[in-house]
């Protein structure tokens, strides 16, 4: 029996493989999947901070921190200092605007796949994560494990 966080890993790697695989095939050997909702949020939003930037893609603080530290690396954003020190600015780059029909066809491509997997699943991909994050904020992984005695 594969374990579950395996077979979790493992469909989030074929799915991310694939769509890197197709900005390696159009010349983003460096650009992660990981990226679009950064860029989507900065192309409609404009320049934000790193939190308001959290906010709107729904990630963490620290995961939005740590893509745009790759993204920057890569040359995707640039950070500027805010108003008050402790805020950096999130500025798309030129290479990531040159990028943007690449990263939009992509995604329409991508929504048009799922739609056609969740065809073939008895539930929409979508709706089990929603599900299973809903019920895991609901009560926490940690707590459905309860006691383990060794």
Known sequence: ???????MRHVHELMDGAIAGIYAEHGLPDYR???SPVVR?????????IRDLAGAIGVSHSAASQTV?????????????GADARHRIVHLTDRARAALPLIEAEWAATERA???LD????VPLEQL?????????RRNFRER???VNA
């Open 1 to 7: 029996m594969i374990a579950l966080g395996t077979l």
């Open 119 to 122: 065809a073939e699943l008895p």
């Open 33 to 35: 999947p990981r990226y």
């Open 69 to 81: 530290v790759q993204m920057r690396r890569s040359g995707f954003v640039t950070l500027e200092k």
């Open 129 to 137: 994560m929603t599900a299973t994050l809903q019920a895991l904020e």
């Open 41 to 49: 949020a900065l192309v409609a939003r404009g320049p934000l901070a």
């Open 145 to 147: 494990i309860g006691d």
């Open 114 to 116: 799922v739609r056609e």
